[in-house]
């Protein structure tokens, strides 16, 4: 917190005389209501009008303890005792009692009057509202009019309705002129309440309450608890509290010091709620969160005052981010306030539960107000007010668009603190007491007086921290008066010449906080940029504004640096002109030459000029090399950047690639993040030809880290126009690399299209006059997800055609089908566009068929085609718990097929090595048994003398 001194916030007064000495007062509807000490008679002076003429004046049916207005529904609540009892009664159509010549109708809660009531609300009514318990607090919401009373040990919530000839509904507005004579053809409509929730309380005696939308709060000498209440279909579950022995208790007394419960753990806080809806319009239940517990014990030191530690001016008020009366979702945010003597203490209370600003006093307060714009307090002599902080992280604005709630929470006080003169004590004749009615002064005029004042505070104390302060002040001020009149006018502001006017002092404001950033120490330098923003000036106007002047000791502030580093980051920044571009140039070439690269390939940098930036670069070649090649390429001197490529080392170009991606792309977030679309640069361009390598080799890099993601790497492939071929390297590069396994599915189920895709012509790749830079050999000893070829695929070997992509492509595509990743499923229906008639397609489909476990199909296809490769085939496949297939599908095939063929030669040996492997694995029985009955036993009798000498062998 901050506080800003001498600069009055009150542009005027008014007096409001009355004849006895006030006691009590309010404020609502326009108006001002004053009771007389002691006394049963109500004032209502119109604060609209410069002179606060009376409006009516109406008595009492007892004397007022507390009397409160409600904005939704206009009408007055106020608590009154008479013979020794305490009585809650609305008063409702008070502006009908002018000068106390108007009936007055007295009624009890639910009871319609006739008369006066039903002819439209012509005359002032009095609701009696009867409770078990004595009320000692009162709250009115400022959302829906509700009421809500503090009793003893029970806080009791009042619904307000309007109830008509056909049906209650629940009040969403009635204003000043709400219970005008309707014509004849409108319903008759009239206020009342409906008792709805009833909150019994176990350990606390409210003594202030608060009601906001569906929140509650209430305050004890020392505690505060705020609950909400939300509509529940479930039956509720009582908890019981728990029955405490007094025996068991210790002979000392524990207490919590300052104990603070937020959000979900304020359940914990002990007192135990529970809740009775008492609601005749509805049959649903109510359920009660936990929200806010804030107890405040304080130091225990001698001497202390037992005034100086109760809590007081409980508070909830909301906000609204739109022009709605009473939107249906309710305010953006809730705030709870509330003060000890000696400081105060402002919570947010929706979405996330979190304290927002605590407020030191100097001195002892009697009472504190929160306004939408600013904290008041009184004390024994002046009234000190303060800039609210904290209000808009609450309702979700971005914090980096309004740095000053970062540096503003509870800060050190300075200088003296604000004053008004005490009031008169005497008044004219025949009035004994004076009301002093202040209006404050207009944000605007408050803003101006406050840069007014920092000027000259600066000229006498040159002090840019405490410059800074007045300063963030001034600039709440204006954000709270631009929300707040948006909410006004229906959020067309901007368009009014009140709106222009605050958007003119804002840009203005945030100007000069830019400028106070920009000179700031490192800690808070940063905070140059989001000021220099919503400033809404130019990059050359803020250049401008930074030149140092010629006695001034450095050169450039870092927030300036920081300011323009990042601006020119951004894609969508404009280009600059070229002097403007060449001065950038020169500033950091003088003050960061280390960031000299990042600035220069921004394209807001386009204009600047090659050859100065190319000398301002060759003097920090050596962290720079790629930049400086990136200038020759704007010079169109090609042999003078492949020397200075050629001249580092390809992993220190890659290391510059990581640091600084916008050498190769522009677009997506500078270097790619996650949305947008990234463009090639000339220097990806030019490696496209020269160093295709090195190209893919930083896109893999800059994946890894996260620079660019898939889609963006297709983007700019496509824009280089190698979509077909480095596109494809890049794919393989990152099998390599990557182990995420989303990204690594998604790459398999790519290469295994292309391969398949170059097998069948389905898409021709451009001529590029190269290979691959991964052959087929590379990717299986160097990728887990190629797998060794299968050694019966060797004989499969088609013969080599002359087209270099027709080598590789079914060595991968093989591969893969033999690696562990691919998922068969995935390119199942790919595979089967091609044709089996060719080799390639053949030893594809058996590979396919083989992953699938179809060993019976796969032999007999074999047998057929090329029988040759069964016995390399049973020897890989064949193994364990298929092993059997040896004798009961390759033997029989063998032997039928051998028989049945001319030239049998490749089946006999086939058929032989079968023999030995069967020979091996049986027992003689079981051997005879598989011995065809034919005549051609004689072929098998040396096997099975192999097979019965192992067997008396084991």
């Known amino acids: 917190m901050v506080h800003v001194y001498n600069c009055h916030p009150f542009s005027s007064q008014h007096i409001v005389q009355v004849e006895q000495e006030p006691g009590l007062v309010c404020c609502g509807g326009g108006a001002l209501f004053v009771v007389a000490t002691g006394g049963c008679k109500v004032e209502a002076y119109d604060l609209e009008q410069g002179s606060c003429p009376l409006i009516c004046r109406f008595a009492t049916m007892g004397a007022v303890a507390s009397i409160q207005h409600s904005k939704m529904g206009d009408y007055l609540v106020t608590i009154e005792e008479k013979n020794s009892a305490t009585y809650l009664r609305v008063y409702t159509n008070w502006r009908h009692q002018a000068e106390e010549r108007a009936r007055v109708g007295v009624r009890l809660l639910g009871h319609l009057l006739r008369g006066g009531s039903m002819r439209g609300g012509a005359q002032m009514e009095i609701i009696e509202i009867p409770l078990s318990e004595r009320p000692v607090a009162v709250a009115c919401c400022a959302v829906t009019g509700d009421l809500l009373v503090g009793c003893g040990n029970t806080l009791v919530l009042f619904t307000l309705r309007r109830q008509n000839q056909n049906s209650l509904q629940i009040l969403q507005g009635a204003g000043p002129g709400a219970h005008q004579n309707p014509g004849p053809s409108q319903t008759v409509s009239i206020l009342d309440f409906e008792r709805s929730v009833i909150l019994h309380l176990s350990e606390l005696t409210p003594k202030q309450v608060a009601l906001c939308d569906s929140y509650v709060a209430m305050q004890t000498e020392l505690e505060v608890l705020v609950l909400k ?53 509805d049959g649903g239940r109510s359920s009660v969160s936990y929200v806010l517990f804030r107890s405040l014990i304080p130091d225990s030191s001698p001497g202390g005052v037992a005034e100086e530690i109760l809590l007081q001016s409980l508070q909830l008020r909301p906000l609204f981010t739109r022009h709605q009366s009473a939107p249906p979702d309710g305010p953006a945010c809730v705030f709870c306030f509330f003060s000890l003597p000696s400081s105060g203490y402002l919570y947010s209370l929706k979405g996330c539960v979190e304290r927002l600003s605590v407020y030191q006093y100097p001195e002892r307060v009697l009472a504190a107000a929160l306004t939408d714009q600013l904290l008041h307090v009184i004390t024994s002599e002046f009234r000190e007010h303060n800039v609210l902080t904290g209000i808009f992280q609450a309702v979700g604005i971005d914090p980096t668009t309004t740095p000053a709630l970062g540096s ?16 008169r004590g005497s008044s004219a004749a025949g009035h004994g007491w004076n009301l002093y009615v202040i209006d404050t002064v207009p944000p605007l005029t408050l803003y101006r007086e406050l840069v007014e004042y920092s000027r000259r505070y600066v000229a006498t104390t040159p002090q840019a921290q405490s410059l800074r302060h007045l300063l963030s002040e001034a600039h709440l001020l204006l954000r709270a008066a631009a ?49 220099y923003r919503m400033s809404g000036l130019s990059v050359e106007e803020v250049v401008s504004r930074n030149r140092p002047l010629p006695s001034s000791p450095r050169s450039h502030g870092p927030g300036f640096l920081f300011y323009l580093k990042h601006h020119l980051l951004e894609e969508t920044a404009p280009r600059l002109s070229q002097e403007a571009a060449d001065e950038v140039v020169a500033i950091f070439s003088q003050s960061e030459p280390s960031q000299l690269v990042g600035v220069c390939v921004g394209p807001a ?18 962290t720079a090399g790629v930049s400086v090649a990136t200038m020759m390429l704007l010079l169109d001197e090609l042999p003078q950047f492949t020397q200075l490529m050629e001249r580092h080392a390809e992993m220190l170009l890659l290391y510059g690639f990581m640091e600084e991606p916008r050498l190769l792309l522009h677009g997506g977030g500078g270097g790619g993040g996650q ?6 640069t000339a220097l990806a361009r030019q490696l496209v030809n020269s160093q295709p390598g090195l190209l893919v080799a930083a896109m893999v890099a800059l994946h ?20 077909r071929c480095l596109q494809v390297d890049f794919w393989e590069a990152i099998l390599m690399a990557s182990s995420q396994e989303d990204v690594v599915q998604e790459l398999l189920f790519r290469v295994a299209s292309v391969y398949i895709d170059r097998l069948t012509d389905a898409r021709p790749d451009p001529p590029r006059g190269r290979g691959p830079l991964k052959s087929a050999d590379i990717l299986i000893n160097s990728c887990c997800h190629y797998g060794a070829l299968y050694p019966w695929l060797t004989v499969l070997n088609p013969a080599r055609t002359s087209n270099a992509q027709h080598q590789e492509a079914p060595h991968k595509l093989q591969s893969l089908l033999c690696g562990p990743s691919l998922s068969v499923g995935a390119v199942s229906p790919l595979l089967d566009g091609l044709p089996e008639e060719t080799s390639w397609g053949f030893s594809l489909h058996l590979l396919r068929a083989t992953r699938r476990g179809q060993y019976d199909s796969c032999i007999e296809k074999l047998l057929d085609r090329c029988p040759q490769a069964i016995i390399a085939y049973g020897n890989h496949h064949f193994q364990d718990e298929d092993k059997v297939l040896w004798w009961t599908k390759l033997l029989p095939e063998l032997c039928n ?27 003689p029985a079981e051997f005879l048994e598989l011995i065809p009955d034919d005549g051609a036993a004689s072929y098998f009798l040396p096997h099975l003398l192999t097979c019965c000498q192992r067997h008396l062998l084991t």
């Open 483 to 531: 929300l707040q009149q948006q909410n006004r006018e229906g959020g067309a502001a901007e368009g009014t010449a009140g709106g222009r006017e605050l958007d003119d002092a804002f840009r203005q404001n945030c100007a000069q906080l830019g400028d106070s950033f920009s000179r700031a120490c490192q800690k808070d330098c940063h905070l140059a940029l989001p000021y």
């Open 704 to 723: 890894a880290s996260g620079g660019v993601q898939l889609q963006q790497a297709d983007h700019v492939f496509k824009a280089l126009g190698c979509e």
């Open 675 to 680: 949305h947008g679309h990234a463009r090639p």
């Open 897 to 923: 097929r051998t028989r049945a063929a001319a030239d049998n030669g490749i089946l006999l040996a086939a058929l032989k090595e079968t023999v030995v492997v069967v020979a091996m694995e049986m027992s």
């Open 605 to 622: 940098m386009a204009n600047m000029s090659p050859a100065r930036t190319l000398q301002a670069l060759q003097r920090a070649e050596a």
């Open 229 to 281: 209440l939300e509509a529940s279909s479930e039956p509720e579950v009582q908890e019981e509290s728990p029955d405490i022995n007094q025996d068991d208790q210790p002979d000392f007394l524990v207490l919590p010091r300052h104990q603070e419960l937020l959000g979900d753990r304020a359940k914990d806080c002990g007192v135990h709620v529970s809740v009775e809806r008492t609601g005749l319009e």
């Open 408 to 423: 503003l929470l509870s800060r050190p006080l300075l200088s003296r603190k604000w004053a008004s003169p005490p009031p």
